[in-house]
């Protein structure tokens, strides 16, 4: 049974961008999509970035948009984007956060809104344990708790739970684990990780306190 697990969030958090803004910059490049699409795709980061996303509607965009490619000419996207733009995003101090909690003997898990085609090579070239994808804000929670029930575990059954997020969109698991910790965070996660007194730290530059207490 799972007892110290440390879950993390992708975007802005192990990676120092984010990945779906990549995959769309790396499309437009190649003039595979065009600027409506383009222009849908920032309406649904305004609306991450106020807290309003409608997260069905972005993931029917996003599903209908890789669909949009031929099947081959998608995997061969996916693989020249993950090698030449996607693993190169990673935070410079990520490797450092996982071999810290493996060390501490954590259980690694990504928690993403992201879909699994997206988060799944950075994982693996970061050895995370598990992954969650495809949910968002409350969702997470959600998913969290279904996967620790399969392991035969829960949230509040943890001895130990962490996770490392950088947005305000995911209050949800930062209130529901032991240890919330803010990663390189938005101004709102900023301002509440003050009021709460988070600890909060900097996957991209070096900073005066620990990765993980």
């Given at each position: 049974?799972?007892?110290?697990?440390?879950?993390?969030?992708?975007?802005?958090?192990?990676?120092?961008?984010?990945?779906?803004q990549l995959w769309m910059d790396f499309l437009q490049s190649r003039q595979w999509v065009a600027a409506p699409e383009m222009a849908q795709?920032?309406?649904?980061?305004?609306d991450y970035a106020q807290g309003v996303l409608d997260f069905d509607a972005l993931q029917a965009f996003r599903i209908?948009?890789?669909?949009?490619?031929?099947?081959?000419?998608?995997e061969q996207c996916l693989a020249v984007f993950q090698r030449e733009i996607l693993l190169p995003a990673v935070a410079p101090l990520a490797p450092d956060l996982l071999s810290e909690l493996r060390a501490q003997?954590?259980?690694?898990?990504?928690?993403s809104a992201t879909r699994a085609a997206l988060v799944e090579p950075?994982?693996?070239?970061?050895?995370?344990?598990?992954?969650?994808?495809?949910c968002f804000?409350?969702?997470?929670?959600?998913?969290?708790?279904?996967w620790l029930k399969a392991q035969g575990c829960?949230?509040?059954?943890?001895?130990?739970?962490?996770?490392?997020?950088?947005?305000?969109n995911d209050l949800p698991l930062l209130e529901a684990v032991s240890y919330p910790?803010?990663?390189?965070?938005?101004?709102?996660?900023?301002?509440?990780?003050?009021?709460?007194?988070?600890?909060?730290?900097?996957?991209?530059?070096?900073?005066?306190?620990?990765?993980?207490a």
């Open positions: 049974m799972l007892m110290r697990v440390a879950f993390l969030d992708l975007d802005h958090t192990l990676l120092a961008a984010d990945s779906n795709h920032q309406r649904f980061m305004d209908g948009l890789d669909a949009s490619l031929p099947p081959g000419q998608l003997g954590l259980t690694t898990v990504v928690v950075v994982a693996r070239q970061l050895a995370v344990d598990h992954l969650i994808t495809s804000g409350p969702q997470k929670v959600h998913r969290v708790e279904a829960s949230l509040a059954g943890l001895e130990e739970s962490w996770f490392y997020s950088d947005s305000h910790v803010a990663v390189d965070p938005d101004l709102r996660l900023a301002q509440l990780a003050r009021q709460r007194q988070w600890p909060v730290l900097s996957l991209r530059r070096d900073i005066d306190q620990p990765l993980a």
